[in-house]
T-cell receptor
Framework: NAGVTQTPKFRILKIGQSMTLQCAQD?????MYWYRQDPGMGLKLIYY???????DKGEVPNGYNVSRSTTEDFPLRLELAAPSQTSVYFC?????????????FGAGSRLTVL | DAKTTQPTSMDCAEGRAANLPCNHS???????VYWYRQIHSQGPQYIIH???NNETNEMASLIITEDRKSSTLILPHATLRDTAVYYC??????????????FGKGTKLSVIP
């Protein structure tokens, strides 16, 4: 059971480039999330999804886009990379949104924008 | 939104119990308290959660005060591998029937040999 898988683990981008961070889970979870973590800080929610075809903004959505065409996958798109997007990105999933909401996290994707 | 307050850092001797406090004085009656930890730069790992009663699992114990305004995570026999940042989180209500977990800066626990 792989859990939550993120790719790539590391990536360096130039300012203005675009890329997609991939996230896949094999637990049949309906809820999926993208967080970013800047050095020495906690995690901030970027986007989340409550099921295939449904996404919504979190705390810091500007500069990002998401889609959820399947239950398993929740890619995060950066359209015009900026140095402020240098961060570690974590994808997570859970089997419910309310009640006891236990998240399973991926290992993270470290992005540097130069 | 319920906020949490945690000490920035704590030390604990290896083999001793680590007691990590958390204040959440604005918690609502139906909001859970969650604890996660993050070892080095890995993804956060779920530890335990509770609503009103004290909880225990194979990793830790969670003690919630009767008024629910504070809680303590207890690692009964800390090891060097327990060195991590520990996050105390109260669920934040979001849209579309979903509930989000907001991670603050947490407590950096250092287990000392």
């Amino acid at each position: 059971n792989a859990g939550v898988t993120q790719t790539p683990k590391f990536r360096i981008l130039k300012i203005g480039q675009s890329m997609t961070l991939q996230c896949a889970q094999d637990m049949n979870h309906n809820y999926m999330y993208w967080y970013r973590q800047d050095p020495g800080m906690g995690l901030k929610l970027i986007y989340y999804s409550v099921g295939a075809g449904i996404t919504d903004k979190g705390e810091v959505p500007n500069g990002y886009n998401v889609s959820r065409s399947t239950t398993e996958d929740f890619p995060l798109r950066l359209e015009l990379a900026a140095p402020s997007q240098t961060s570690v990105y974590f994808c997570a999933s859970s089997d419910r949104g309310g009640g006891a909401n236990v998240l399973t996290f991926g290992a993270g994707s470290r992005l540097t924008v130069l | 939104d319920a906020k949490t307050t945690q000490p920035t850092s704590m030390d604990c001797a290896e083999g001793r119990a680590a007691n990590l406090p958390c204040n959440h004085s604005t918690i609502s009656g139906n909001e859970y308290v969650y604890w996660y930890r993050q070892i080095h730069s890995q993804g956060p790992q779920y530890i335990i959660h509770g609503l009103k009663n004290n909880e225990t699992n194979e990793m830790a114990s969670l003690i919630i005060t009767e008024d629910r305004k504070s809680s303590t995570l207890i690692l009964p026999h800390a090891t060097l591998r327990d060195t991590a940042v520990y996050y105390c989180i109260v669920r934040v209500v979001a849209g579309a029937g979903s509930y989000q977990l907001t991670f603050g800066k947490g407590t950096k626990l250092s287990v000392i040999p």
